[in-house]
């Protein structure tokens, strides 16, 4: 009988999650291995809610986006009884390994079932945020941040045409590399990033000189962002991460540069947008490989391990390493930005 790998998505979805579970069905198939899809990441192992995964369900889905799994923001160390639920699953489902696919809340599970019960895991880095340490980057970002480079140049054209100044509010929870991925590409006039507080009097200065020039300017804003005075009031998920869907930085941002320029200003959400629709080119690639690598490793056997992009090359790192720390935006990604804007 082939031996069973399972496969979840759990945490926020994006794109390029497709292509990485038909990865690792396509590469597993042809090891040997049948697989099956747990339902909403960790809540389907708590639940052992699974379906059968075939070469034929996934071989057209490389361009779509979202996920066909499902996924949820579960966390098994905050539910009763829910690591041993997570534990009896991998066993009434007869699995030889999992495989993992999430950002650093979803592979903390991970890391933590390896080392506390040696359960055979193995993690793909997904994220739009890009904040996983140890691998250059994650797939949906390239998606994610491209959407909202587009959407930015739409604003600047609305926005010139009324001699306005625009405000853009992207997602990134804790980390600002889709604000400052997408303000450097669609060449924007400051960035507000959440690795640091909001310098109102140089952003003021800077988008008065930039209206002056062009009659636009434009504001790219990460959601996280700590504007100076101002009390922040956070509900958590079950990862202790902050719930940022009430927060409209945009919209007070909009009000501040508004009263302190004189200049008409406007603001717009992209919100769960950026995470819709298909997966570019770079992030198809991405996924498909780290994919085909989580079947490579159980294969040899290498778990506890999440399939890393380092270079050009996909390789194992460990998951309690990945997982350690945050990958915010660094000084010298902060200086060049300085140069630009
Ligand atoms: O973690 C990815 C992310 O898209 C963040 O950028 C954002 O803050 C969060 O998920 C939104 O989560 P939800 O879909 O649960 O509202």
Sequence with gaps: MAKRIAI???GGDCPGLNPAIRGVVLKAVKLGYECVGIQEGWRGMIDAAAKPLFVDDVKEIVGNGGTILGTS??????????????LETFRKLNLH????????????????????????????????????DATDYTF???TSATLAMEAAERLVDTGRSHRRIMVLEVM?????????????????DYVCLPERPVDIKD????????????????????EAVDIPGEKKEEELDE????ILKARGVAERL???IETETGIETRSAVIGHMQRGGSPTLFDRILGTRVGVKAAELVHEGKFGNMTALKGDQVVPVSLEAATARLKTVTPEWLALSDDLL
């Design 140 to 142: 949906g970002f390239d």
């Design 254 to 256: 909009c009000k501040i």
């Design 239 to 242: 990862f202790g991460h902050m």
């Design 172 to 188: 990134g929870r804790h980390a600002g590399w889709v604000a400052l991925f997408t303000a450097i590409g669609a060449g924007a």
């Design 8 to 10: 979840l998505t759990g």
């Design 73 to 86: 923001r579960t966390n098994p160390y905050k539910k009763e009884g829910g690591v041993p639920k997570v």
């Design 97 to 132: 390994a999992l495989v993992a696919m999430g950002g650093e809340d979803t592979l903390g599970v991970a890391a933590k079932l390896f080392k506390e019960h040696k359960v055979n895991v193995v993690g793909v880095p997904k994220t739009m945020d890009n904040d996983l």
């Design 203 to 222: 952003m003021v200065a800077k988008l008065k000189a930039a209206h002056a020039k062009k009659n636009v300017a434009l504001v790219i804003a990460s």
